[in-house]
């Protein structure tokens, strides 16, 4: 890719856009926790590409091995987050971040690429359909209409964890699971919390703090998963009041 694009790496990490839609001139908490998360996973051959302005265009995945997610295979990427949003929109800037990443892919000996869907759309994972145009298609599901998508090209396929089917937990009071790969999350947290401590709604907030306890999560997970009367509600990111609507409906 030409001089447009850049990667992020230790060097300059602490200095460049982190793409999402956070503007402030001073030190965001989510901001700071996600560099802190991508301090450690560039040495392990994560990789964030982004378009070489203060604006939205970005991939970002990494080896299926050391991906945090409960998803298994062998000479997989795994793409966390492809977003293209405001004035990069319609620029051809999705395809290219793409191509840039099965290319990737192609030149270290990949099997193939994968990333996590459903069999209808969650506001906050890639949009599947756009994946689909490249050839990705499901290759494992879940009870409840999560989905794997994949493009092998070698006919192996990766597959979610035993443990991620699950879609349960023992405890049957708001639970959500998270980590700091995404800048919104602290604030989603701390907001969250406020909002069950004003309402006497029992909450508890798991954060996932290394590479053995994401592989091992009961449930499809990206970044964050919610749990309601001891099943899994949503992988999208809420504010108080889907939590009220998730809590009227499920009550």
């Not at 298994?72 to 290219?96: E, M």
């Not at 209808?120 to 879940?142: I, M, P, R």
């Not at 996932?208 to 592989?215: G, I, T």
């Amino acid at each position: 890719m030409d001089s447009q694009w850049i990667e992020l790496s230790p060097e300059n990490l602490k200095d460049e856009h982190l793409c999402c839609i956070i503007r402030t001139k001073k030190a965001h908490p989510g901001v700071e926790a996600k560099r802190s998360w991508l301090s450690g996973r560039l040495q392990d051959g994560h990789v964030f590409r982004k378009l070489n302005a203060r604006e939205c265009a970005f991939i970002e995945y990494a080896p299926l091995e050391t991906a945090w997610v409960p998803v298994i295979g062998r000479n997989f990427y795994y793409i966390y987050c492809l977003w293209v949003q405001g004035q990069p929109k319609g620029h051809g800037y999705g395809r290219q971040l793409m191509e840039s990443c099965l290319r990737d892919a192609r030149v270290h000996g990949k099997s193939g690429v994968c990333m996590l869907g459903a069999a209808k759309q969650k506001a906050w994972l890639s949009d599947q359909n756009f994946a689909k145009k490249f050839g990705f298609e499901t290759v494992d599901a879940t009870a409840d209409g999560y989905e794997l998508l994949a493009l092998s090209f070698d006919g192996t396929v990766p597959q979610f964890a035993p443990n991620a089917k699950k879609q349960a937990i023992e405890s049957q009071v708001l639970t959500i699971y998270y980590d700091d790969q995404c800048p919104y999350i602290f604030q989603r947290v701390e907001t969250l919390k406020a909002h069950c401590a004003a309402k006497s709604i029992p909450a508890q907030f798991i954060r996932v703090e290394s590479l053995a306890q994401a592989k091992s999560l009961p449930c499809v997970f990206n970044n964050w998963a919610v749990f309601y009367d001891g099943h899994l509600v949503t992988v999208n990111q809420i504010d108080g009041s889907a939590l009220d609507r998730i809590c009227k409906r499920n009550g």
